[in-house]
């Protein structure tokens, strides 16, 4: 069974930083990368970066900058960070599984994160 | 970044009815296409990848069309389940969405 979970903090203060854990289970679990991917409240999906077991890791251009994604392979958790946020990083955040491609094949429920102070 | 544009953003169709959804990429993508449905407050779920190969458990009613720049969703014999938020994402390079179409059963 296919098993993703994203937790961390719902509520984070402009400038700071969000931290995201994403726990997953299931089979061959190094043979699978993981993303993040969000989604601001009544609009479209945009993929964030993704780390595979090994440590290999690539980003969206546009946030670049701010990212990072790291894994812990003893706990299977896979981490997002995303420094010096705004209001418009408001957004559910999802982890998602995928092989070589980018083709998102299991996502966690997903988890609801607002800026504001 | 490879621009995805859906059309049309929303559609009102009836129960047994036949849509077709398109999706047009702002350069080639060859196949590298998927289609996901998403309903309120859950996740995406892959319905089609490789812009024509049905996911495993996803019922025949959906299916993939296109390659290059233009592409298809269509549903047939629409179920009142199938009310939903549907995007295409490509694949060839780093992912990006279309905005949607969401899907009104009436």
């Known amino acids: 069974q296919v098993q993703l979970q994203e937790s961390g903090p719902g509520l984070v203060k402009p400038s700071e930083t969000l931290s995201l854990t994403c726990t997953v289970s299931?089979?061959?679990?190094?043979?699978?990368?993981l993303s993040w991917l969000r989604q601001p409240p009544g609009k479209g999906l945009e993929w964030i970066g993704y780390?595979?077991?090994?440590?290999?890791?690539n980003y969206n251009p546009s946030l670049k900058s701010r990212v990072t994604v790291s894994v812990d392979t003893s706990k299977n958790h896979f981490s997002l960070r995303l420094t010096s946020v705004t209001a418009a990083d408001s957004a559910v955040y999802y982890c998602a599984r995928h092989s070589g491609t980018y083709l998102f094949d299991h996502w966690g429920q997903g988890t609801l994160v607002t800026v504001s102070s | 970044d490879i621009q995805m544009t859906q059309s049309p953003s929303t559609l009102s169709a009836s129960v047994g009815d036949r849509v077709t959804i398109t999706c047009r990429a702002s350069q080639s993508i060859s196949s590298w296409l998927a289609w996901y449905q998403q309903k309120p407050g859950k996740a995406p779920n892959l319905l089609i990848y490789e812009a024509s190969n049905l996911e495993s458990g996803v019922t025949s009613r959906f299916s993939g069309s296109g390659s290059g720049t233009e592409f298809g969703l269509t549903i047939s014999s629409l179920q009142p389940n199938d009310s939903a938020t549907y995007y295409c994402q490509q694949y060839k390079s780093f992912p990006t969405f279309g905005q949607g179409t969401r899907l009104e059963i009436k």
């Open positions: 299931y089979d061959s679990i190094n043979s699978y990368h």
């Open positions: 780390m595979s077991y090994s440590g290999s890791t």
